[in-house]
């Protein structure tokens, strides 16, 4: 029971520090704070952690000689460079703007599908895959990718007709094989 009044006489008296070092430097110590941050927020979080400081030093702070509002001070510019150098050990921080396209869905599965229509169409007959090649990869027309390959315009929509034919019945035993959809 002694030491329960003890410790309350102890937490009062710690209290009453506190106040009044806020009473006596509490003014000189947020002007100081608001002139290193150059913001009045971060300067209360400054004097506030300060005074806790104070509180949770109270025996020291009482039978140190010197200054206590140069304790103080020195406090508040040391937790102010603290907070300037973690600041700058991060990363600075990038707000997003019209410009950034927010990453919007995963695209493994894209990645995946990509992977399995090109291994697809490596199975594909050399002239069925030239033919899809030069009119799908190279945005050419039947009559272009007919000039370009030497060959009938008949035959390239006959070879692109039996080549896609050719994809789906390998890209759907895929699917089959993986449990999924075609």
Same mark, same amino acid.
């Given at each position: ?15 009453? @520090? ?10 000189? @110590? ?20 300060? @005074? ?8 020291? @702070? $009482?039978? %140190?000689?010197?200054?206590? /509002?140069?304790?103080?001070? &020195? ?7 603290? %907070?300037? /150098?973690? %600041?700058? =050990?991060?990363?600075?921080?990038? =707000?997003?703007?019209?410009? &950034? ?19 697809? #169409? ?28 030497? #060959?009938?315009?008949? &035959?390239?929509?006959?070879? *692109? ?9 390998? $890209? *759907?035993?895929? =699917? ?5 959809? =075609?």
């Amino acid at each position: 029971m002694a030491r329960l009044f003890a410790r309350a006489r102890a937490t009062s008296r710690d209290e009453a @520090l506190v106040r009044s070092l806020y009473e006596e430097h509490g003014k000189a @110590l947020l002007a100081y704070a608001v002139r290193l941050t150059g913001d009045r927020a971060a300067a209360e979080d400054v004097v506030q952690e300060t @005074l806790v400081r104070a509180w949770r030093h109270a025996d020291n @702070l $009482m039978s %140190k000689e010197g200054s206590v /509002r140069a304790w103080l001070f &020195t406090v508040a510019r040391n937790l102010i460079v603290d %907070k300037v /150098r973690a %600041k700058a =050990a991060r990363p600075a921080e990038v =707000a997003e703007s019209p410009s &950034t396209v927010p990453v919007s869905r995963d695209h493994s599965q894209q990645v995946a599908d990509s992977m399995s229509v090109l291994a697809a #169409i490596e199975g594909l007959s050399e002239e069925h895959r030239k033919v899809l090649v030069e009119i799908y990869f190279r945005d050419r027309s039947v009559a272009e990718t007919a000039q370009e390959l030497g #060959i009938a315009p008949g &035959t390239v929509k006959s070879r *692109s007709h039996y080549a896609l034919r050719a994809l789906r019945a390998a $890209m *759907s035993g895929r =699917a089959a094989l993986e449990g999924t959809p =075609a």
